[in-house]
């Protein structure tokens, strides 16, 4: 928000987007934007005033961009008696990526016929040539709409010398036309007049400020009406109308006359980056109204972190610009300054000017950070023929972000058995010989073979649970996992190539070993020491995004505060709970009556309660106590309807070891990769089994309860 003076309006709305940065704004922040709503009564604002009448809207969504851009062009050559003509792009067929098949079967069908030419059928081509710029990926539109004096943004970085470059608004002067194969009409160079260059524009034979932008052949995947999608070669003028564009792409600018709908912006940064557009107040009009939730509430745990680690380091620049930083705090590192600078102030020191949403208190403490040991490695020395030795796994693709300087090798693991760094692009030599399914009705489920000298029975009960959830639906639940985390898409993938005979399954979880004793070695070691199975479940199943958000509720007014106690990972503990069942441990970590806390407002009781930002598609509860009995399934409501999660194995500890049942079709296997290796022990159908019979297994109690939908 770039201003050059600023009135009363002014300083409401840039109070209104700094705690909108912060996801904490006040109910006169909300009272103040209500007042921005487009609307037709006397002091609403109105998107009919002239100073509007083209500008483009910010929205969030590709989709409602191009329809609101072919709304806008009919209106617009209506109201200056132009007439709409409409240019077509070249399509042809395209061999798809190798990369978008490497990764499995992909989330939609991909058509590639078999074919003697490239030429698309007309057909076909009618129905790519009616789709909207979004079913691009490259956002190339297959028809083009245009007269003169329309307003386009530009798409593609043609010459930036010259200000042809992406996101630059422009509106049509003239165009130069052919016939293309198909006898269709083709924009060969389209003339338009770039709006308010950064430089004067002056190209021979042109008006000042009037570029030419030729056609491009791109690369895209198209979607059709169906959902599936093809791999064309798409001849086209990269432009599109202006008359919408999304908050990506209006990153950056500064607009004296705002537009913005709000009703799709699912985030309080998406709402932060379409109103921080603004350069005034009376420049702003939102369309359509918003919702206050978004913005308020506060930010995520994480974020909240980031946050506040960024005040400090804020604080440190000050301080080393003004000589005032003691010799001791020499961090070239992120995490190393600030641990050093919160050893010298302590943590509890707060910066003058953190936003009171983020301030931290012996209440809200920000703890010391962690200490971060960087990756081991050593120089090599030139053999007998001058050039330096490169370790093989210097090929490896490094996991933990560390880029190696020329010229060293990483130190390899310390342990006498060596990780398994099987090349799944290769058949290994040895291979189990595995049935055509992963879960065959006849063998029962598969499971893992017990690592006697990395002790691995945690990573085989509870992967042998996932395996049999995978393998109910491969490519669902491929796509499940892989949006879950990196580490879950690797297990996916290690799965997939066990089930295709290209792997085994040892090694998918000598894969997810190793990523994880990357991260934290002393939660997750090698050698004859055992890994505690809750913490595998969590770092497993943890997400990139909230799952459930923890809140105070009265029970009288209903006044709500955030506890800022996200959870991000689908374990739920269940530490203090004495004979019940798991669904009464899951109701009493969604609503509990707090012991001793008041309402601060009318004296009420008080409701901890947890809500679901995200149902998750699998659900763990960590267990503690013999005493809870395990149920067969649970349920939630989610808007209006019933989520049924059943029943899909229990995680058994007991002897420093770990064991696992398995229920898949209606049946219950047991496994112990000590004892029963690959396979699975049947026992019985589930259904004869008692909720109390479910908690204990040769006289193992349970450790981890696992659901899914």
């Known amino acids: 928000m770039r201003q050059a003076n600023q009135s009363i309006e002014d300083a409401q709305l840039r109070t209104a987007l700094e705690n909108m940065r ?83 079967r992909p989330k939609k069908t991909l058509i590639d016929p078999v074919r003697k030419s490239n030429v698309i059928a007309p057909h076909l081509q009618r129905i790519l040539r009616d789709q909207p710029p979004a ?29 042809i470059t992406k996101g630059a608004e422009a509106t049509v002067v003239s165009w130069q036309t052919a016939k293309g194969p198909e006898g269709q009409t083709v924009l060969d160079t389209l003339f338009v007049k770039l709006r308010d260059p950064p430089k004067t524009v002056k190209i021979d034979g042109l008006p000042e400020n009037v570029v030419p932008i030729t056609r491009h ?43 913005v709908d709000l009703n799709s912006c699912y985030t309080h940064q998406s709402y932060y980056t379409c109103l921080s557009r603004s350069a005034s107040a009376g420049g702003t009009i939102i369309v359509q109204g918003f919702d206050p939730k978004v913005i308020t509430g506060g930010a995520s745990g994480y974020l909240r972190q980031e946050f506040r680690e960024l005040e400090l380091l804020d604080e440190i620049t000050r301080l080393r610009f003004e000589n005032a930083l003691p010799e001791s705090i020499t961090g070239n590192r992120r995490n190393v300054i600030i641990r050093q600078f919160q050893e010298w102030k302590g943590t509890d020191y707060v910066p003058h000017d ?36 490169r370790s093989t796994l210097t090929s490896k693709s490094n996991i933990t972000g560390f880029v190696a300087a020329n010229g060293s090798v990483p130190v390899g693991h310390t342990q006498k058995r ?73 297990l996916a993938t290690g799965f997939h190539h066990a089930k295709l005979n290209r792997g085994s399954l040892e090694s998918a979880r000598n894969k997810i070993r190793h990523l994880l004793h990357q991260r934290m070695p002393g939660l997750f070691p090698y050698g004859l020491v055992g890994t505690a199975v809750n913490e595998l479940a969590k770092q497993l199943l943890r997400s990139d995004n909230v799952i ?122 047991f496994h112990d990769g000590m004892v029963t290796g690959r396979g699975c022990t049947y026992e019985k159908k589930l259904s004869e089994f008692t909720d109390a019979e479910l908690s204990t297994c040769n006289g193992k109690t349970t450790s981890l309860v696992i659901y899914a939908q």
């Open 22 to 104: 912060y996801k904490a704004c006040t109910p006169s922040d909300i009272a103040f934007l209500r007042t921005r709503i487009a609307g037709r009564g006397p002091n609403d604002p109105k998107l009919a005033q002239k100073r509007f009448r083209n500008v483009s809207i910010i929205t969030a969504r590709n989709a409602q961009r191009d329809k609101i851009n072919e709304l806008g062009c009919e209106r617009f050559a209506i109201e200056n008696g132009q007439t709409l003509h409409s240019f077509y792009s070249i399509d042809r067929w395209r061999n798809p990526d190798t990369k978008r098949q490497r990764g499995g």
């Open 135 to 163: 079913s691009s990926n490259k956002h190339v539109a297959g028809k083009l709409t245009l007269c003169v004096g329309l307003p386009v943004m530009l798409k593609h970085n043609d010459a930036t010398e010259c200000c």
């Open 217 to 259: 052949t791109t690369a895209t995947m198209c979607t059709l009406p169906n959902d599936d999608e093809i791999s064309l070669s798409r001849d086209q003028v990269l432009v599109l109308p202006n008359f919408a564009m999304t908050d990506y792409s209006s990153q950056g600018r500064t607009r004296m006359n705002n537009v």
């Open 354 to 389: 953190v936003h009171h949403s983020i301030r931290w208190n012996k209440q809200d403490p920000l703890e010391m950070l962690n200490v971060v040991t960087d990756t081991p490695w050593q120089l090599v020395k030139n053999n007998k023929y001058g050039k330096n030795q």
């Open 418 to 490: 060596k990780l398994d760094h099987d090349d799944t692009d290769k058949i290994p030599r040895k291979m189990i010989k595995m049935s055509e399914d992963i879960l065959d009705d006849l063998q029962g489920p598969k499971g893992f073979i017990w690592d006697g000298e990395n002790y691995s029975c945690a990573y085989d009960s509870l992967l042998t649970i996932l395996l049999s959830i995978w393998s109910q639906d491969c490519v669902k639940w491929k796509g499940d996992f892989k949006d879950m985390n990196k580490i879950m898409n690797v």
């Open 548 to 669: 459930a958000s923890a809140w105070q509720q009265c029970i009288e007014c209903e006044n709500e505060s955030n506890l800022h106690n996200d959870l991000q990972t689908c374990v739920i503990q269940c530490d203090y709970d004495r004979d019940c069942t798991t669904s009464v441990c899951l109701q009493k970590r969604f609503r509990e009556r707090h012991p001793r806390r008041r309402c601060a407002q009318c004296d009420g009781e008080i409701d901890n309660i947890m809500r679901f930002d995200v149902l998750p598609k699998i659900l763990v509860l960590a267990m503690s106590d013999a005493s809870v009995r395990v149920s067969k399934k649970i349920s939630f409501h989610d808007d209006g309807s019933v989520v049924v999660f059943g029943l899909k194995g229990i995680v058994y500890f007991g002897d420093f070891h770990y064991t696992a049942r398995v229920c898949t079709g209606g049946s219950v296997w």
